[in-house]
């Protein structure tokens, strides 16, 4: 027994320094760029600032947001995220609830059919081109449909459904007389608040951080969406750092276009970060949840 305390207290205090180190590896550099946001650039290039805020400054973000463009950017991203998440979740509960029932008829055939379109894709021109054929180019559907459902999301999800949805249950609806989708609705989706948190949170990081399909499907300024504004804004004052401080009677001098353009590039990771690091905490019960057991081999 006393070396069997022993081997589990060595065991706990690897285990402490392990988590430890992991918290740490992903800590820093959330605190370091929160920090270098509101620093002096130079004390940032220099090393001085390492950890916590050196010479506080928050032109960075003044500078952000006196672009007029990041409101509209963060209003066409809130509305791409919400109608993605309602399209994305409308078209993957049922599908996995459907998929997770023993009387589905072909249930192995629809299973490889979603398993094929994990090795395979159509890739980038044909994908183009449904879009274009479709008549979405330049519409919030572009950024919304394609790839509105994956494989992995349904398999999770079915086997939450498979874990947390007992026959007995559905049987016991039936008998007194719940349909197919009354019985989904009432008594499915109530006892999957879980899974449905998860998959919501998935798809809205993936929503939000979304820009490649709007730089590839969008045009028009108006509808871009919050992370294609910050790249552009990133973009141009690297590129006024990087020009010419010829002229004289210039607004800025060039040391001052650096300086703004380092601020900037944080400023831009925090400004874009931020909703779903405030969100995440409310979802993190429901998370953790879903994740362990929908993630349980049937």
């Known amino acids: 027994m006393a070396r069997r305390g022993l081997s589990d207290r060595n065991f706990d205090r690897i285990n402490f320094f392990l988590v430890l180190f992991i918290t740490l590896i992903i800590v820093y550099p959330l605190i370091f760029v929160i920090s270098a946001s509101i620093s002096d650039p130079h004390a ?130 039936k008998i007194d007389g719940a349909s197919d989708i009354y019985l989904f609705i009432k008594v499915v989706l109530p006892l999957s608040m879980p899974i449905i948190a998860v998959m919501a949170l998935f798809h809205a990081v993936a929503l939000w951080n979304q820009y490649f399909n709007a730089l590839i499907y969008l045009s028009d300024e108006k509808l871009f969406p919050l992370q294609l504004i910050l790249r552009q804004i990133l973009i141009l004052n690297e590129a006024n750092a990087g020009g010419s401080s010829a002229a004289a009677g210039q607004a800025q001098s060039f040391a001052d276009q650096v300086k703004t353009a380092s601020l900037v590039k944080y400023a831009v990771i925090i400004v874009s970060s931020l909703p779903l690091l405030i969100v995440y905490p409310f979802l993190q019960r429901f998370f953790v949840q879903g994740v362990l057991i929908g993630s349980v081999k049937e």
């Open 44 to 173: 940032v290039n220099t090393g001085k600032m390492w950890l916590w805020p050196v010479d506080i400054t928050f032109d960075g973000f003044k500078r952000v947001f006196q672009n007029k463009a990041i409101w509209l950017g963060y209003q066409n991203t809130i509305i791409y995220t919400i109608a993605g998440i309602c399209i994305h979740l409308f078209i993957l509960l049922p599908c996995a609830y459907a998929l997770s029932r023993k009387e589905l008829l072909a249930k192995k055939f629809f299973l490889w059919v979603i398993l094929f379109t994990m090795l395979f894709n159509g890739g980038l021109i044909p994908t183009y081109l449904v879009v274009q054929n479709l008549q979405m180019l330049d519409t919030m559907w572009a950024i919304v449909i394609p790839g509105a459902v994956g494989a992995w999301s349904i398999l999770v999800a079915r086997s939450f459904f498979q874990q947390t949805i007992p026959d007995q249950l559905v049987e016991a609806s």
